[in-house]
């Protein structure tokens, strides 16, 4: 009797525990939320609800903390980066689709990429679209400030490496910099892009830090980051190109 007494007692023990090793993760990462919001989005556009991302994230973060296994996952911050991101995604993409015009020049933007010889520019892809330089731009820059859509879709023309679904921030940079020729596409960039890719990928500061570091508007911080990451893009597809076709 005793013994099954003894028994509960530390099972009930043990879920306590667990319990609350669960809420001390969870308060510690809630700032990680806003952080993920910030990567994502920078400032909030028009018609997206920061309250409900901000849910969607904490609700990724209860569930990363219930599924974390210490002994399967490295760092609890990097597991529960993937699902707080992916659950503001998903809240995203219900909530805030790109309008119908920018799909229509996306489409447009595609059909280009598809038939223009490599490397890709911003100026080939208008003079092929009828589209201004602005609005190749814009339209890429609109797409990935909106985050309707994951990197692999958004970058699925260009050739960009895809962010990894979440990965914890510069992640993405470490993975390119294992191509020998990133370094000498990200100084062929123009000034204003080089500065803002370092900033953001290297530095990890937010859009709206950016902005204030170049003295530019948000926006066009977005827009000089979609040109260069597009252009760097098209640099390391011509790169692989080439190592495919000498190996």
């Known amino acids: 009797m005793s013994g099954n007494l003894n028994t509960g007692n530390i099972q009930a023990y043990q879920r306590q525990a667990e319990q609350q090793r669960r809420d001390e993760l969870i308060v510690s990462h809630l700032p990680l939320v806003k952080h993920v919001i910030g ?3 920078g400032d909030v556009p028009p018609g997206v609800d920061v309250e409900n991302l901000e849910s969607a994230g904490v609700l990724g ?3 990363a903390a219930a599924k974390f296994d210490p002994a399967r996952n490295a760092q609890f911050k ?3 980066y993937l699902r707080i991101r992916g659950a503001i995604v998903d809240e995203m993409r219900r909530n805030s689709p790109l309008p119908q015009h920018v799909h229509a020049r996306l489409a447009l933007v595609r059909r280009a990429c598809r038939t223009l010889p490599h490397p ?3 100026e080939a892809i208008a003079a092929a679209t009828g589209l201004s330089e602005d609005e190749v731009t814009d339209t890429l820059s609109a797409e990935r400030m ?3 859509m994951s990197w692999e879709q958004a970058s699925e023309s260009t050739g960009l490496e895809p962010a990894g679904g979440g990965e914890e921030p510069g992640a993405e940079m470490e993975r390119w910099e294992s191509v020998q020729q990133l370094g000498d596409a990200i100084q062929e960039l123009e000034p204003k892009e080089r500065i803002a890719v370092t900033l953001y990928y290297k530095e990890d500061l937010r859009l ?3 902005a ?3 003295k530019l508007s948000v ?3 977005s827009r000089l980051l979609s040109k260069a990451t597009f252009e760097l893009g098209e640099r390391l597809k011509v790169h692989r190109n080439g190592v495919l076709s000498h190996g």
């Open 39 to 41: 990567r994502l989005i």
């Open 212 to 214: 204030e570091v170049m």
């Open 219 to 221: 926006s066009r911080v």
């Open 120 to 122: 890709i520019t911003v």
């Open 208 to 210: 709206k830090e950016i």
């Open 146 to 148: 909106a985050k309707t």
């Open 78 to 80: 990097t597991f529960a």
């Open 61 to 63: 973060l209860v569930e």
